[in-house]
């Protein structure tokens, strides 16, 4: 795409409508919405509240950016939605990720340490990969966040929950550079980390090691299907302002009332992510 941009083929200004990308690529529209927003995050486009991207340079200009079709994000992103897709094997060799994904074999090693770190792959012994059995249909996906809404809001409530004024405080001030940035021009693992992390240190306030280490796999297991659900600027401000206002009930020491609205957090999140993965397979 920045190369075409780059060749006229786009003009300044003009509408990019992802499912066209899609189509005319031959890919889904999850590896062309990590493209747009990396194509973003460079400044070749823009993205407009409540209406898409659209060209931000005009050819010349874009000329001038560097263009890596086959940069290591992009390939993470790709075989992380080719996998998500079922159109990859469990089993995978270095050569048909090369192949595949037009890799050096540098890149696949440092792209599968990535899915590795993620938890959702490993590396077999002596060659080749593996990928985990990892939330893969919608589904699964939404009984992962049953069981968050059971275990979180309940680790809330054991007797020795203590939450450290440090670790809010920190997380507060995360939570609100969070707010303040252009949510368009993040980074979505940044995102998908920021939002991780809150849930997990707020989780480890309970002292129940079994807790934490339960929420840390779960997280891992949703990872694909959360970069499946784009991010908007309106219910990303909202996951802020959930997690602000869960923060001031730990720190007023109403357990309680923040144990309901952890539930409640939580299955506004769910409700939310199922209408855009539904919305995003029927187009």
Known sequence: MAREIAAGRFEIGQHIVAQSVADRYGVSRSPVRHALEELAMQGLIERRENRGYFVAVRPAEAAAFPVDPSSKEAAYHAIAADRRDDTLPTDVSEQLLRERYGL????????????????????????????????????????????????????MLVPEYSPSAAVLDSLAAE???????????????????AGTRFHEELIKFSGNPYFHSTLVQINRMRRLFEYETAFMSERFQIQCRDHLHLIELLRCGEIIEASYAMRRHLAGALTWKQSQIANDRRR
């Open 175 to 193: 939570q609100s550079r969070m707010l303040d940035r252009d949510v368009t021009r993040q980074n979505v693992e940044d995102l998908l980390n």
């Open 104 to 155: 050096s074999k540098a890149k696949v090693k440092d792209v599968m340490l990535r899915a590795v770190r993620e938890g959702w792959a490993e590396r077999k012994p002596g060659y080749g990969w593996r990928f985990l059995d990892v939330a893969q249909t919608p589904k699964s996906f939404r009984q992962i966040y049953e069981f968050r809404m059971a275990i979180e809001p309940a680790a």
